[in-house]
């Protein structure tokens, strides 16, 4: 017998993200200032290196696979990375201020984060079920820990223990899944899955019930409806900050894992997931849209949006072709910019002992802060899919890839419960532009706060003017 020499430079971004986190940690223990600038400025510089990294060794060959096979370097796995860093460092940039006039900005913050950066990263780039697994639940258990960060909210720690049953039963149920197909094909590598099945003539009931579990895994994870239930809880009970991290890099990596299981390893019973993608799409266009349109709570106005978001993400994968992944993988690095947006307006809105999470406390924004309220309009705008924002591409390009495979009245569908959801998307800029300010209170935060949401809302806004370069990118990763 023979010990193959595994690849360590395939995983050298995962190994520098490993090592700094550990950094991190001992140095926000010594740390004795309150303001955690070290440790801040480390978890920024450690994202920035994993970035250079990436991008040094990314090359156009053929897939790398190391480690028994368990893990895969390809195109896909380096631009969802490079994406999962831009959106946790601007995550990270917003979070501060926020975190810091609560007396929530401690060392642990930081750590949590790049220990679910991680397990992003693990899971984006996971051959292998045992690995889509271990990447998974050190997200998830990160994730837990963050949404119940504020020890005194009785709210955070409602969303939290919903937050971690919920996630549990989900993971258990993938397990299931996961242990159906190795009991079935013999092995736990996502090709030789892919290849075994193949192989067969017809499909066992066996692989057909792994399927259902497999999806409900993937439902969970990205909040589709019915296992949506613990998106809006979550996402209002979190701090703000923590709501800002959830609803943005970790659907990059859902979108990461759901192309891994389903396309890399069951790629061969499409027909069989691509009903339950159908349903769990319609379901989640619905009634996301529907039920964001009676919430006075902006965090779970959101949320709701967030369910339709994934609808439309699913209606893309479902179609089984290379423009439909690179479409849905183009909405979703999309919908990470818009959340950041979004959630970062919040942010930029609250202020010690006041969270500007209702719908109201945008009322008069136009008055307080012409710019702000501007920019709020353009993600507003993009969230709805109005043109010539990057939002009305994104669900032109799935609609497109839908129509392609002969699903046009499952793009209709979309497109009339896309025209519901533009109420509550135009109540908020109605409310910032026609309605007399509730609080006239200054708008304070730091210039490098501001500075970056300006950013943020204008790269929607240039995207939408120019959004060839991120399609033609996403293109050309999923080939394969």
Same mark, same amino acid.
């Given at each position: 017998?023979?010990?193959?020499?595994?690849?360590?430079?395939?995983?050298?971004?995962?190994?520098?993200?490993?090592? @700094?986190?550990?950094?991190?940690?001992?140095?926000?223990? =010594?740390?004795?200032?309150?303001?955690? #600038?070290?440790?801040?400025?480390?978890?920024?510089?450690?994202?920035?290196?994993?970035?250079?990294?990436?991008?040094?060794?990314?090359?156009?060959?053929?897939?790398?696979?190391?480690?028994?096979?368990?893990?895969?370097?390809?195109?896909?796995?380096?631009?969802?990375?490079?994406?999962? *860093?831009?959106?946790?460092?601007?995550?990270?940039?917003?979070?501060?201020h926020y975190l810091y006039e609560r007396g929530l900005l401690r +060392?642990?913050?930081?750590?949590?984060?790049?220990?679910?950066?991680?397990?992003?990263?693990?899971?984006?780039?996971?051959?292998?079920?045992?690995?889509?697994?271990?990447?998974?639940?050190?997200?998830?258990?990160?994730?837990?820990?963050?949404?119940?960060?504020?020890?005194?909210?009785?709210?955070?720690?409602?969303?939290?223990?919903? *937050?971690?049953?919920?996630?549990?039963?989900?993971?258990g149920l993938l397990l299931y899944g996961m242990s159906l197909f =190795?009991?079935?094909?013999?092995?736990?590598?996502?090709?030789?899955?892919?290849?075994?099945?193949?192989?067969?003539?017809?499909?066992?009931?066996?692989?057909? @019930?792994?399927?259902?579990?497999?999806?409900?895994?993937? &439902?969970?994870?990205?909040?589709?409806?019915?296992?949506?239930?613990?998106?809006?809880?979550?996402?209002?009970?979190?701090?703000?900050?923590?709501?800002?991290?959830?609803?943005?890099?970790?659907?990059?990596?859902?979108?990461?894992?759901?192309?891994?299981? #389903?396309?890399?390893g069951l790629g061969t019973l499409h027909v069989e997931w691509q009903?339950?993608?159908?349903?769990?799409?319609?379901?989640?266009? &619905?009634?996301?849209?529907?039920?964001?349109? &009676?919430?006075?709570?902006?965090?779970?106005?959101?949320? =709701?949006?967030?369910?339709?978001?994934?609808?439309?993400? #699913?209606?893309?994968?479902?179609?089984?072709?290379?423009?439909?992944?690179?479409?849905?993988?183009?909405?979703?690095?999309? =919908?990470?910019?818009?959340?950041?947006?979004?959630?970062?307006?919040?942010?930029?809105?609250?202020?010690?002992?006041?969270?500007?999470?209702?719908?109201?406390?945008?009322? +008069?924004?136009?008055?307080?802060?012409?710019?702000?309220?501007?920019?709020?309009?353009?993600?507003?705008?993009?969230?709805?899919?109005?043109?010539?924002?990057?939002?009305?591409? &994104?669900?032109?390009?799935?609609?497109?890839?839908?129509?392609?495979?002969?699903?046009?009245?499952?793009?209709?569908?979309?497109?009339?419960?896309?025209?519901?959801?533009?109420?509550? *998307?135009?109540?908020?800029?109605?409310?910032?532009?026609?309605?007399?300010?509730?609080?006239?209170?200054?708008?304070?935060?730091?210039?490098?706060?501001?500075?970056?949401?300006?950013?943020?809302?204008?790269?929607?806004?240039?995207?939408?003017?120019?959004?060839?370069?991120?399609?033609?990118?996403?293109?050309?990763?999923?080939?394969?």
């Amino acid at each position: 017998m023979t010990f193959e020499h595994p690849n360590f430079a395939a995983a050298l971004p995962e190994i520098f993200i490993l090592i @700094m986190a550990c950094v991190v940690l001992l140095v926000g223990v =010594y740390q004795r200032s309150n303001s955690q #600038l070290t440790t801040y400025l480390l978890t920024q510089a450690t994202l920035f290196g994993a970035l250079i990294l990436t991008v040094a060794l990314h090359t156009n060959a053929l897939p790398a696979l190391t480690f028994g096979n368990m893990f895969v370097k390809d195109s896909m796995g380096d631009v969802l990375k490079i994406f999962i *860093y831009l959106t946790a460092f601007v995550a990270f940039l917003y979070s501060r201020h926020y975190l810091y006039e609560r007396g929530l900005l401690r +060392g642990e913050y930081f750590v949590l984060g790049l220990f679910a950066v991680l397990g992003m990263m693990v899971m984006v780039s996971a051959n292998s079920l045992l690995t889509v697994y271990l990447g998974l639940e050190l997200l998830s258990l990160c994730l837990y820990a963050m949404v119940a960060f504020n020890r005194e909210s009785a709210t955070s720690s409602e969303a939290a223990m919903k *937050y971690f049953v919920l996630g549990a039963l989900a993971s258990g149920l993938l397990l299931y899944g996961m242990s159906l197909f =190795y009991g079935a094909t013999g092995t736990l590598i996502l090709t030789d899955i892919k290849d075994s099945i193949s192989a067969t003539a017809e499909h066992s009931t066996v692989l057909r @019930m792994g399927v259902v579990f497999i999806v409900i895994g993937i &439902a969970f994870k990205l909040g589709s409806v019915p296992f949506h239930m613990w998106v809006p809880d979550v996402y209002h009970g979190s701090p703000t900050a923590v709501t800002l991290f959830i609803g943005t890099a970790p659907k990059i990596a859902a979108f990461g894992m759901t192309m891994r299981l #389903l396309v890399d390893g069951l790629g061969t019973l499409h027909v069989e997931w691509q009903s339950l993608l159908i349903i769990l799409a319609m379901l989640s266009i &619905a009634i996301g849209n529907v039920i964001a349109i &009676a919430q006075t709570n902006i965090k779970r106005m959101l949320a =709701y949006s967030t369910i339709s978001h994934m609808g439309f993400l #699913l209606l893309g994968v479902l179609t089984g072709t290379e423009n439909g992944y690179s479409s849905a993988m183009f909405y979703t690095l999309v =919908y990470a910019v818009m959340g950041l947006g979004g959630f970062g307006m919040i942010i930029l809105l609250s202020r010690a002992g006041f969270e500007a999470d209702n719908l109201d406390d945008f009322k +008069g924004l136009n008055d307080r802060s012409p710019w702000f309220a501007f920019s709020m309009l353009i993600l507003m705008f993009s969230m709805a899919g109005v043109p010539p924002t990057v939002g009305f591409f &994104a669900k032109l390009s799935v609609l497109q890839a839908a129509v392609e495979v002969h699903l046009v009245w499952l793009a209709v569908y979309a497109v009339i419960f896309s025209v519901v959801g533009a109420f509550y *998307y135009l109540r908020v800029v109605k409310l910032m532009y026609f309605d007399k300010p509730v609080d006239t209170a200054p708008i304070t935060c730091g210039p490098d706060m501001k500075l970056a949401l300006s950013v943020n809302s204008m790269a929607v806004l240039l995207l939408g003017m120019f959004p060839g370069v991120l399609m033609a990118l996403c293109s050309t990763s999923l080939m394969r």
